[in-house]
């Protein structure tokens, strides 16, 4: 057995087993990084499609049993639970064990989780940047996060080997990996994330909300841009009412600069400054072609997301 096809962990324990949790639990198996993986959920319904699926070794209705003896624990609820989750195990971590998360807000994560990580105990919160509209643990695939980053935000006076351990791990699972502060990253995923799809949420709700549109009309005429807006107003609603309730200060302030971006939009089509208009949708084109030289998307009709158009 090659070192890249050793096992990582002995025991890798799954706290929330949904898109994030199932396709890590798919990644990890398909890289060998876990000789035992558990996976916990408080629904029956969730551990009944799991069970189904097969993706976990052991599934537990309690958070306990699942990290006892766990080499690395990964919470994977929305981001609103970990506290509450955290001190729940703090008295069934081993020593010498990763507790980590896949939450999309990290100062959060530290605030409520740090005070509950007994000592000897390596915490390491973590973002894989990668999802899609989907949710449960039959939305779950090993390839979710080939090629998207996974951003680690340990804490001052991190234990080396447990960092780069981690690091490592989430390699082996297709992703690049960086490092970088927590508060920073709040304020990077606030604009790249965050308000994005605060944004579709809005322009879905007012589309639903207004009367001269019936619902049958929106929906017919749903192939322009106001489809892809449906598309990330379609994600998990708890995961993202969290996340906004736990990265408040920096979303606050990007939706600021937007709010005031937008004025200036307005500003222009009054006065038919076309040229404003079109110096700015050359820029934001660049950017997106940008996005596609890196890697994170591809140039295919519709995102590559359907091959052919519906009949």
Known sequence: MTADSRPAFGKVALLGIGLIGSSLAHAMRRAGLAAHIAGYANQAETLEKARAIGFADTLHDKPGPAVRDADLIVLATPVGAFGEIAKEIAGDLKRGAILSDVGSVKTAVVRDVGPFVPDGVHFIPAH????????????????????????????????????????????????????????????????????????????????????????????????????????????DPTMWRDVFLNNREAVLEMLGRFSEDLSLLQRAIRWGDGDMLFNLFTRTRAIRRSIIDAGQDIAEPNFGRIKKPPK
């Open 128 to 235: 894989p940047i990668a999802g899609t509209e989907q949710s449960g643990p039959e939305a779950g695939f090993a390839e979710l996060f080939d090629g998207r980053w996974c951003i680690l935000t340990p804490p001052p006076g991190v234990d080396a080997a447990a960092l780069e351990k981690l690091k490592t791990f989430w390699q082996r699972c297709g992703s690049q990996v960086e490092v970088m502060d927590p508060k920073h990253h709040d304020l990077v995923l606030a604009i790249t994330s965050h308000v994005p799809h605060l944004i579709a949420y809005n322009i879905v709700g007012t589309a639903a909300d207004l009367e001269t549109v019936t619902e049958s009309e929106v929906i017919k005429y749903s192939a322009g841009g106001f489809r892809d807006f449906t598309r990330i107003a379609a994600s």
